[in-house]
């Protein structure tokens, strides 16, 4: 009822509503137009392109932990780019469709609601006035240019085409205007704004009942705000004896190395680097700066002066070269052949692949995809990979030492290397972890989509936290049988390893990508109780990515963005580990702060909704929050921490890589069995 009076609110104001749940409607166009706004003055902004401000209204009810449910507005504010004219439009204009997606507006059941726009294909060519489509939907392989718009990518293409030589300061000027749209301050102002806007109206709900909003959920104006807690800060080990440690990783590496520095072989890795031939000395200069390090004069930090080399406690590393003919697949598959006849005929094996990509190929799949297809020959040979763009060498050095410096953290991983362990408060039981992450591949954007889905387990063992096993990807639909021949498999091995006992305490816990089914969970109890006579408990923690809540701090005056720019990053955004008690079993937390926000561009961060299912038997949610917030401070995939914990990041890595390698003809899951599978290939 109150979705049904907000829709009918708005459609009489006028403004234009696109979706019912949530309630998705546009700002006022004539007055709202970024576009317009960033327009040199004097020249007149085409009608039919537009940058607005898009509202959701997400009205759900809140049972908020030992207090009465009520009923709630949840508002999020973003931008929407327009484009009004139909391609025969755009053609008459001069301006060239092809290789540009279209679609078709397709009217809704309710008057009220706007027409959705329906993908149909993308334009191959034009013929006899028809557009002739490729990656298309079923039976639709050609449409009628009056029929169809050009999707919203094209958006700044057409700026061009329509203001000329004025469009690059307008651009340049929009972009100023949508960084500080995204901000926390700008964004708050614009949710309370509209906030005021609703509590100031009496909205109908039904004939002669009416009802209005109160004002912003906050710690100064309402009694029912949810308890904030802040999680411990995680210790970060580097050494077996527990005797180095830091609370900030790459502080603690500078200090201490990394923690496998004194068992870790190859400590004089032999590097094979596939580039194409016609980028060659930027990609020498890329590698030294990589394999040495880059130093900064007169900079307070230099967290890659040391190179990979000896900040990984590294002797030396060699590096042999082979050339790709061009940016084809098969020229990069030529020069791996190279690669793996001259570690036969001299009887070596190569440690790492370096592989020059550009950041084109990432619209390629399969065999097209050079990128896929040198990745698929490397791994049959057992031999990890790690690739780089020619765009990155560009960088310059104050900006590329944060990326090498991630690139070698990766890298050491792939060599089999443990940079450091997260120390564990470990309780009375036995614990394992399980995360399941997900990744949808298609070919094309219309084409067959396959969801897959990767499975990583984390166990407690010796005061830290360690990465167990990481299984093959899966189908969507054959992902509860995998859970369980992963979990058997876990845990005979750690049961057998570890000396577990009848009657020991053990705690499992699921991280995933989705809530389990009471089936799922039933069968996960059933198989345990098979393994052994052990007293377990359970807990299964579905993450949740894609909500509409937000979470502002106003004493939040954020970080100094090293961009250049001066300005200030992760304004308004909580710390990270401060998570809110929405209810006895759902956690609000933020996994991003102001600190791991990298420009201010990037506006607010998006907190994880934590839920726990009901087929568990620990419902500690404090317990299990912080575990989480220790789980995201765990990649080594970055120094910068992840949104997500590590047991779904590596799941969806996994599942996504594995995924598209999939598409690749020659690709076999049987290479991962062997010394890759086993290591953090996909990183």
Not at 412 to 430: N, Q, T
Request: glycine letters at 8%; a neutral charge; proline letters at 6%.
């Amino acid at each position: 009822m109150m979705r049904n009076a907000l829709i009918s609110h708005l459609y009489a104001m006028p403004r234009k509503v696109y979706d019912f749940r949530p309630v998705t409607f546009l700002a006022d166009e004539s007055r709202e137009n970024l576009l317009s706004k960033a327009v040199p003055d004097g020249v007149d902004c085409p009608n039919w392109l537009n940058v607005c401000p898009m509202f959701e209204a997400d009205v759900r009810v809140f049972h908020f932990d030992q207090q009465e449910p009520f009923v709630g507005l949840c508002l999020n504010v973003f931008t929407r780019r327009r484009i009004s004219r139909t391609c025969k439009e755009l053609l008459a204009d001069g301006f060239d469709i092809q290789g540009y997606y279209v679609g078709r507006q397709v009217l809704s059941t309710d008057s009220r609601i706007q027409p959705r726009f329906r993908l149909a294909g993308r334009v191959d060519r034009i013929d006899a006035e028809r557009l002739i489509l490729s990656d298309h939907r079923d039976n639709e392989d050609n449409v009628a240019p009056d029929e169809v718009q050009i999707e919203a990518a094209a958006f700044e293409p057409l700026v061009r085409h329509a203001l000329g030589d004025l469009a690059g300061a307008t651009l340049e000027r929009l972009r100023g205007l949508l960084e500080n749209f995204y901000t926390g301050p700008s964004r708050f102002e614009r949710l309370r704004a509209t906030c005021k806007y609703f509590s100031d109206r009496r909205l109908e709900v039904a004939p002669g009942v009416g009802c209005h909003t109160g004002s912003f959920l906050s710690q100064d104006n309402g009694r029912n705000f949810p308890r904030i807690d802040k999680a411990p800060s995680v210790a970060y080990v580097f050494d077996p004896s527990g005797g180095k440690t830091d609370t900030w990783h790459d502080r603690g590496m500078e200090n201490f190395g990394p923690y496998s520095a004194p068992t870790f072989t190859p400590t004089r890795p032999r590097i094979c680097v596939v580039c194409q031939r016609n980028h060659k000395g930027r990609v020498e200069q890329f590698i030294r700066k990589f394999l040495r390090g880059i130093s900064i004069p007169g900079s307070n930090r230099s967290p890659f002066a040391k190179g990979l080399i000896r900040k990984y406690a590294l002797e030396d590393a060699t590096t042999d070269f082979y050339e790709s003919d061009g940016p084809t697949a098969h020229a990069y598959q030529k020069a791996v052949y190279r690669a793996a006849a001259a570690q036969s005929e001299q009887n070596f094996r190569y440690d790492l692949a370096l592989v020059e990509t550009e950041e084109r190929f990432h619209e390629l799949r399969g065999s097209n995809s050079p990128y896929l297809v040198t990745k698929a020959e490397f791994m049959s040979l057992q031999i990890p990979v790690q690739e780089f763009e020619i765009e990155t060498t560009e960088i310059p050095d104050s900006r590329l030492q944060y990326v090498l410096n991630n690139m070698a953290l990766a890298t050491y991983a792939k060599l089999g290397g443990v940079p450091w362990l997260v120390r564990a408060h470990l309780p009375i039981a036995h614990e394992l972890v399980v995360g399941m992450g997900s990744a949808q591949i298609t070919e094309g954007r219309l084409g067959e989509t396959q969801r897959v889905v990767g499975i990583t387990t984390v166990f407690s063992g010796d005061g830290n936290y360690c990465l167990s096993t990481l299984s093959r990807a899966v189908r969507f639909e054959d992902y509860a049988d995998e859970l369980l021949v992963s979990l058997k498999n876990t845990i005979e091995r750690l049961s057998k390893n570890m000396g577990w006992q009848p009657k020991e305490h053990v705690r499992l816990v699921f991280h995933a990508f989705k809530p389990l089914k009471e089936a799922e969970e039933e069968a996960v109890k059933a198989l345990i109780a098979s393994l052994g006579d052990y007293d377990v408990e359970y807990a299964f923690l579905h993450v949740v990515e894609e909500h509409p809540l937000l979470l502002f701090d106003q004493s939040q005056e954020g970080e100094p963005a090293y961009d250049g720019k001066n300005g200030m990053k992760g304004v308004y955004a909580p710390e990270r580990g401060r998570f809110l008690r929405l209810s006895g079993h759902e956690i609000l937390m933020t996994l991003t702060g102001p600190k791991d926000v990298k420009q201010v561009s990037d506006g607010m961060p998006r907190p994880v909704i934590l839920r726990l299912g009901r087929g568990s038997t620990f419902n500690d949610m404090t317990y299990l929050t912080r575990q989480v917030n220790t789980f995201a401070c765990h990649s080594w995939r970055s120094y910068f921490p992840s949104p997500l914990p590590v047991t779904i990041q590596y799941s969806e890595l996994i599942a996504r890589l594995l995924g598209n390698l999939s598409t690749v003809p020659q690709w076999n899951p049987i290479h991962l069995v062997g010394r890759i599978g086993e290591g953090r290939w996909f990183l």
